[in-house]
């Protein structure tokens, strides 16, 4: 309890000096990033001249916890989805930009004469562009809009990807005494194990909790439930000799494909800005002046060779991904800077002891001076261009703008590509599911069932309850894919495409075969004949069972309805087009959006009432009112104001719909004025027509439009009349309406 004043004071300072630090950097208009780190160096002991931080340890703690969040709300703004989706373009650029400035980093790195673990950090440093400044950046000089900005955006979410491989790269780089490229590749392939794994799984389990938990959870509960999930993912991730921000990168993108990922990021985002807040602050305490003015030769060159490097290296991979060498340029410029990213490689290596204390300061203040060049890169793009326009041959430029390795070969054998990379990734994926259920079988369940029966009997039950699990994945690597549409064309296309198809069934009867296998001998003593025999014996009965095909059938449909279920509550609530536009038969038809106004005479018709489809041609798909989508609305649906109406049609039936409701609407009242509603003492006269009547047999309400409000009774005092009192001479009562309304009442009375 005694450390606990000391925290608390800590984050007061650091949280106050925060504060008053980011709003005189967004009064000047520059990153709020840069303002947390100057925050950081200002209560630091480096500065003599104000309060410093009392315990630098719980603030690194603090500080980590930020980082995981940080990529955690990473996670949630990624897509696996929309990486697929790009294309081979930035997928190219990226990987060029990153490997080039990698190299670039590690030659500089040793050309001052640093340690081989400061070069490969400091080339994993400078290889990452900040994705908040350039984003912010371009924002502010109004260059969002333009079409080199969203390639640019594209290769920042995929270099932030990267950053987090890399990252895992660096770390076993750092734990190994040698690594060699052995050891690289077995790296590489654990990332991808676990990545699979972790991403299968969790799009199968997780959107189906938070489904069924739905009507339980609130906006507490669900901002407590996805924080727990990231920092369980944290741990797991550390277990198997990942970083704790990989983990949570990984949370983040399975819960970013589920519905509630859009509360999840609104719930999370204080919490990732209060912690981001304090790992850039924790980032400015480390500036060192000292070290800065040492240093001051490298970090200037190094602040040239970013510049220089990316403006170069970054155009000619733009260059080559398809781009236009006008447009390269613009995309190579604006990324000619290092951010946050750089600051967590480099946490990275200083929390494994790898890298010197020096590195650390010189990243900060060469991030510093390239933020602040940015924009200037930005707008030196075009006169650069120009300029090289001028000097270079017409046909040196033509040539440049047809540099590409992006462009799609010659279809040749699409079907055969198409078929093999389907039954590629299928079977990758269900041999990891099925390699993890054997390991956690055999590592947990299995001395667990040791204990309970004698030796044999539990290898017995263990090897048979391993098999029941995996045989739905077993069998889906065999079959999947033999009934499809392109194994089908090939086998009647050509008798010489048979064999090859055949083999590939073989081939994955013999993957299949080998996992039973494996688990044959291990839990046995079976000679390899038998155990042969035994594996395919198992595969052959796992593929005629039809309780198996159905089992595996209702998994993979589950699997694609988790991974699809954010697209359709898109769909469902309007935020997107549904998935039929497209396959709409008929070329010149297809889906509008129309908002019906508020003062629309359409408000509280029926769709009969209206008669869109005689009148002009258009089917009504749906209707989409608050949080409520009516597909296929019936004749009797009553339209409301606000509603929103996907009609179907061609454009000359949309374009006369959209005149239509625009045009029919309700028209301003030009005595708007007389329409003041008055209050008026009335005396029932003896001769009136309304002497001896209840109120609705005066009519007072349908025939005059007014109300009556009360009963004088005494001089303050008003009483409610009953429906069924008789107006009697003398009654003084209180009357609302119109006043040409009130005159006409008051002339039969």
Not at 195 to 222: A, D, H
């Amino acid at each position: 309890m005694s450390e606990l004043p000391y925290l608390v004071k800590d984050l007061a300072l650091i949280l106050i000096v925060a504060g008053v630090v980011t709003i005189v950097f967004k009064k000047l208009k520059q990153p709020l990033v840069l303002g947390y780190v100057v925050a950081g160096f200002l209560v630091s002991p480096h500065m003599p001249y104000t309060m410093s931080v009392v315990d630098r340890s719980d603030i690194s703690t603090w500080g980590d916890i930020g980082v995981m969040f940080l990529l955690f709300s990473l996670g949630l703004d990624f897509s696996f989805k929309k990486i697929l989706k790009m294309g081979m373009s930035p997928v190219i650029a990226t990987c060029s930009i990153v490997f080039c400035m990698i190299m670039l980093g590690i030659v500089t790195g040793h050309a001052f004469g640093w340690s081989r673990m400061d070069c490969m950090f400091l080339g994993g440093m400078m290889a990452m562009s900040s994705t908040t400044i350039i984003y912010k950046a371009l924002d502010d000089l109004g260059l969002r809009q333009q079409r080199f900005a969203g390639i640019v955006m594209s290769v920042l979410i995929l270099e932030d990807i990267l950053a987090i491989v890399l990252m895992v790269m660096l770390s076993a780089l750092a734990n190994g005494s040698n690594p060699d490229g052995g050891q690289m590749l077995g790296s590489v392939m654990k990332i991808g194990f676990f990545l699979v794994l972790w991403f299968v799984v969790g799009i199968y389990l997780i959107p189906w909790m938070l489904r069924s938990m739905r009507k339980l959870i609130n906006n507490e509960t669900l901002l407590i439930v996805s924080l727990g999930l990231c920092c369980a993912m944290a741990v797991l991730s550390t277990k198997v000799g990942f970083s704790s921000a990989f983990g949570a990168f990984v949370m983040g993108s399975i819960l970013a494909e589920t519905i509630e990922a859009e509360r999840i990021v609104k719930l999370v985002e204080p919490v990732k800005n209060l912690f981001g807040a304090v790992f850039f602050v924790s980032v400015g305490m480390l500036v060192d002046p000292e070290v800065l003015v040492d240093y001051a030769l490298p970090i200037g060159l190094l602040v040239l060779t970013i510049i220089v490097g990316q403006a170069l290296f970054g155009s000619l991979s733009f260059l080559i991904s398809g781009q236009s060498l006008k447009s390269a340029m613009q995309c190579g410029f604006s990324m000619a800077q290092i951010g946050e990213f750089s600051f967590i490689i480099a946490s990275l290596g200083l929390s494994l002891g790898v890298i010197s204390e020096f590195l650390y300061p010189v990243v900060v203040a060469v991030s510093v001076i390239t933020t602040f060049l940015t924009p200037y890169m930005i707008r030196a793009a075009n006169p650069c261009y120009s300029a090289l326009e001028r000097h270079l041959p017409g046909r040196w430029i033509a040539a440049l703008n047809n540099i590409t390795l992006s462009r799609r070969p010659v279809q040749t054998g699409r079907k055969w590509k198409s078929l093999l990379l389907q039954m590629t990734r299928i079977t990758v994926i269900y041999s990891i599911l099925s390699g993890a259920t054997i390991a956690l079988m055999f590592t947990f369940f299995l001395p667990f069932i040791r204990h309970i029966l004698p030796h044999w009997w539990a290898n017995g039950v263990c090897g048979a309850a391993t098999l029941l699990i995996i045989a739905p994945f077993l069998r889906a690597i065999v079959m999947k894919k033999n009934h499809s549409e392109e194994f089908k064309a090939l086998w009647t296309e050509s008798l010489y495409n048979r064999f090859p198809l055949v083999f590939t069934i073989l081939v994955r009867l013999v993957i299949a075969s080998a996992f039973v296998f494996y688990i044959c001998n291990y839990l046995t003593r079976f000679t390899n004949a038998l155990m042969i025999s035994i594996a395919v014996a198992a595969v052959a009965l796992m593929i005629i069972s039809r309780s198996l095909k159905n089992r595996s059938i209702r998994m993979e449909r589950m699997f694609m309805q988790n991974l699809r279920s954010r697209e359709i509550e898109a769909e469902v609530m309007g935020r997107k087009r549904p998935l039929y536009e497209g396959k709409l038969l008929d070329r010149d038809i297809h889906i509008t959006d129309f908002e019906v106004p508020e003062d629309s005479l359409w408000a509280g018709k029926t769709l009969r009432e209206l008669e869109l489809r005689s009148r002009y041609g258009v089917h009504i798909s749906s209707i989409l009112r608050g949080i409520q989508r009516i597909n296929i609305p019936k004749g009797g649906t009553i339209i409301f104001p606000g509603d929103k109406i996907q009609a179907i049609g061609s454009d000359e039936q949309l374009t006369a719909l959209s005149s239509a409701i625009n045009r029919e609407v309700q028209t301003k009242d030009p005595d708007i004025e007389k329409r003041e509603m008055k209050l008026r003492q009335i005396v029932i006269s003896g001769n009136g027509a309304f002497t001896g009547k209840t109120m609705k047999e005066g009519g007072i309400r349908d025939k005059y439009n007014c109300m009556v409000v009360g009963l004088e009774e005494g001089k303050e005092n008003l009483s409610s009349v009953s429906p069924s009192r008789k107006l009697m001479k003398g009654d003084v009562i209180w009357i609302v309406g119109e006043e040409e309304d009130l005159e006409r009442f008051s002339k039969d009375n």
